[in-house]
Nanobody
Framework: QVLLLESGGGSVQAGGSLKLACAAS????????MGWFRQAPGKEREFVAA????????YLADSVKGRFTMSRDDAKNTVFLQMNSLKAEDTAVYYC????????????????WGQGTQVTVSS
Protein backbone atom coordinates (compact mmCIF):
# COMPACT_ATOMS: atom_id res chain seq x y z
CA GLN A 1 0.00 0.00 0.00
CA VAL A 2 1.30 3.45 -0.94
CA LEU A 3 -0.33 6.67 0.18
CA LEU A 4 0.43 9.78 -1.86
CA LEU A 5 -0.01 13.37 -0.68
CA GLU A 6 0.49 16.26 -3.06
CA SER A 7 1.37 19.82 -2.03
CA GLY A 8 2.57 23.04 -3.60
CA GLY A 9 -0.42 23.94 -5.71
CA GLY A 10 -1.77 27.46 -5.85
CA SER A 11 -2.47 30.44 -8.05
CA VAL A 12 0.14 32.08 -10.24
CA GLN A 13 0.23 34.46 -13.15
CA ALA A 14 1.13 33.27 -16.62
CA GLY A 15 4.87 33.01 -17.02
CA GLY A 16 5.37 32.16 -13.38
CA SER A 17 6.58 29.00 -11.69
CA LEU A 18 5.35 26.49 -9.15
CA LYS A 19 6.93 23.39 -7.66
CA LEU A 20 4.67 20.54 -6.68
CA ALA A 21 5.71 17.87 -4.22
CA CYS A 22 4.31 14.41 -3.64
CA ALA A 23 5.17 12.66 -0.39
CA ALA A 24 4.69 8.91 -0.34
CA SER A 25 4.28 6.55 2.55
CA UNK A 26 5.37 2.95 2.36
CA UNK A 27 8.72 1.24 2.30
CA UNK A 28 8.53 0.22 -1.35
CA UNK A 29 8.57 3.76 -2.77
CA UNK A 30 11.81 3.24 -4.69
CA UNK A 31 10.34 0.30 -6.59
CA UNK A 32 7.69 2.44 -8.28
CA UNK A 33 7.80 4.55 -11.36
CA MET A 34 6.29 7.86 -10.30
CA GLY A 35 4.21 10.18 -12.38
CA TRP A 36 2.15 13.32 -12.53
CA PHE A 37 -1.21 13.70 -14.24
CA ARG A 38 -3.61 16.59 -14.51
CA GLN A 39 -7.28 17.12 -15.11
CA ALA A 40 -8.72 20.40 -16.29
CA PRO A 41 -12.42 21.21 -15.88
CA GLY A 42 -14.49 19.34 -18.43
CA LYS A 43 -11.53 17.36 -19.71
CA GLU A 44 -10.15 13.89 -19.16
CA ARG A 45 -7.19 13.30 -16.93
CA GLU A 46 -3.97 13.42 -18.93
CA PHE A 47 -0.41 12.24 -18.42
CA VAL A 48 2.08 15.02 -17.67
CA ALA A 49 5.37 13.51 -16.54
CA ALA A 50 7.01 10.37 -15.20
CA UNK A 51 10.33 9.46 -13.67
CA UNK A 52 11.99 6.07 -13.61
CA UNK A 53 12.85 4.08 -10.51
CA UNK A 54 16.43 5.33 -10.40
CA UNK A 55 15.52 8.87 -11.40
CA UNK A 56 17.70 8.57 -14.49
CA UNK A 57 14.85 8.67 -17.00
CA UNK A 58 12.27 11.41 -17.23
CA TYR A 59 9.32 11.39 -19.60
CA LEU A 60 7.31 14.49 -20.39
CA ALA A 61 4.15 15.11 -22.34
CA ASP A 62 4.73 17.18 -25.46
CA SER A 63 2.61 19.99 -24.02
CA VAL A 64 5.04 20.55 -21.14
CA LYS A 65 8.43 19.73 -22.67
CA GLY A 66 10.90 22.53 -22.14
CA ARG A 67 8.84 23.98 -19.29
CA PHE A 68 8.33 21.20 -16.71
CA THR A 69 10.73 18.76 -15.17
CA MET A 70 10.41 16.02 -12.61
CA SER A 71 12.74 14.73 -9.92
CA ARG A 72 12.65 12.27 -7.04
CA ASP A 73 14.31 12.01 -3.66
CA ASP A 74 14.06 8.40 -2.56
CA ALA A 75 15.61 9.21 0.82
CA LYS A 76 12.59 11.41 1.53
CA ASN A 77 10.04 9.32 -0.42
CA THR A 78 9.17 12.42 -2.39
CA VAL A 79 8.84 13.39 -6.03
CA PHE A 80 8.67 16.89 -7.41
CA LEU A 81 7.25 18.58 -10.47
CA GLN A 82 8.94 21.87 -11.30
CA MET A 83 6.69 23.91 -13.54
CA ASN A 84 8.10 26.97 -15.28
CA SER A 85 6.70 29.35 -17.88
CA LEU A 86 3.20 28.42 -16.82
CA LYS A 87 0.32 29.05 -19.18
CA ALA A 88 -3.40 29.45 -18.59
CA GLU A 89 -3.92 26.06 -20.21
CA ASP A 90 -1.85 24.45 -17.44
CA THR A 91 -4.71 25.18 -15.05
CA ALA A 92 -5.87 21.85 -13.63
CA VAL A 93 -5.90 19.57 -10.65
CA TYR A 94 -2.54 17.81 -10.58
CA TYR A 95 -2.35 14.24 -9.35
CA CYS A 96 0.63 12.22 -8.25
CA UNK A 97 0.70 8.54 -9.16
CA UNK A 98 2.77 5.46 -8.49
CA UNK A 99 2.85 2.63 -10.96
CA UNK A 100 4.62 -0.09 -12.85
CA UNK A 101 5.88 1.81 -15.85
CA UNK A 102 5.57 4.75 -18.19
CA UNK A 103 3.66 2.67 -20.74
CA UNK A 104 0.83 2.21 -18.26
CA UNK A 105 0.90 5.89 -17.32
CA UNK A 106 0.43 6.84 -20.95
CA UNK A 107 -2.70 4.68 -20.88
CA UNK A 108 -3.92 6.49 -17.77
CA UNK A 109 -3.22 3.52 -15.52
CA UNK A 110 -1.51 3.63 -12.14
CA UNK A 111 -1.44 1.52 -9.02
CA UNK A 112 -1.91 4.41 -6.59
CA TRP A 113 -3.22 7.95 -6.87
CA GLY A 114 -3.00 11.02 -4.69
CA GLN A 115 -5.93 13.30 -3.90
CA GLY A 116 -4.71 16.08 -6.16
CA THR A 117 -3.66 19.70 -5.79
CA GLN A 118 -5.13 22.64 -7.68
CA VAL A 119 -2.97 24.76 -9.95
CA THR A 120 -4.53 27.92 -11.35
CA VAL A 121 -2.71 30.07 -13.89
CA SER A 122 -4.18 33.45 -14.69
CA SER A 123 -3.42 35.21 -17.95
Amino acid sequence: QVLLLESGGGSVQAGGSLKLACAASGRSFSTYVMGWFRQAPGKEREFVAAIGRTGGSIYLADSVKGRFTMSRDDAKNTVFLQMNSLKAEDTAVYYCAAGSGVYYFTKGLADYWGQGTQVTVSS
